[in-house]
């Protein structure tokens, strides 16, 4: 029984991410949304073509808070997509940072995203080839699971009781064997 629930839920797989989502055109915005959060890309957007934007100036131009700015940039600082230097400002005192994307740091960081995804789907594909026709779903796609462990539960749902229902995963294969394609092409 413990191994069934342990199975995964189709519900997230499918919400997870789409295959054409996950497969959109590597952009800056895609990389640094998946990396920090949707809300870096406006930073992105705002320092695409400049160089050396103070914190402060940063924040004002995206209307955001300074610290939630500030925190973004130094996540993206980690993941090597900005560079800064600091600054002593002579009239207040006090350091200010000043930033500049870093676009070898985009490029890097989506190939190793893209290979990461390409070894996620050849798993996937390998999961599926092996267990073509002989997969189990649930009519409201509470679980998928293996002929085995949906043989063990007598193919009733173990979250809501109802009789799984068999799955074609061909089309599966094929879309997987094509997203596969489609990414060592880019490569
Ligand atoms: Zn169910």
Redesign the pocket.
């Known amino acids: 029984m413990r191994q069934v629930l342990k199975a995964p839920k189709i519900a997230k797989i499918q919400k997870g991410k789409p295959l054409a989502a996950a497969l959109r055109k590597s952009s800056h915005f895609q990389t640094v949304a998946e990396v920090v959060g949707e809300d870096a890309v406006p930073i992105v957007q705002y320092l695409k073509g400049k160089k050396n934007i103070s914190e402060f100036k940063i924040a004002e131009s995206i209307k955001a808070e300074v610290n939630s700015v500030r925190k973004m940039l130094y996540a993206m600082q980690n993941n090597n997509l900005v560079s800064y230097y600091r600054k002593k400002d002579r009239q207040k005192g006090w350091y200010i940072s000043y930033w500049t994307l870093n676009d070898p740091g985009f490029n890097s960081l989506a190939i190793a995203t893209m290979q990461q995804r390409l070894q996620q789907f050849k798993e996937r594909l390998r999961k599926e080839e092996a267990h073509h026709g002989l997969f189990y779903i649930?009519p409201?796609l509470?679980?998928r699971l293996e002929f085995e462990k949906a043989a063990e539960i007598s193919f009733k749902?173990p979250?809501?009781g109802?009789m799984l229902q068999h799955q074609d995963n061909t089309k599966t294969i094929e879309q997987l064997r094509q997203k596969i394609g489609e990414i060592e092409a880019k490569k």
């Open positions: 649930c409201s509470c679980v749902c979250e809501c109802s």
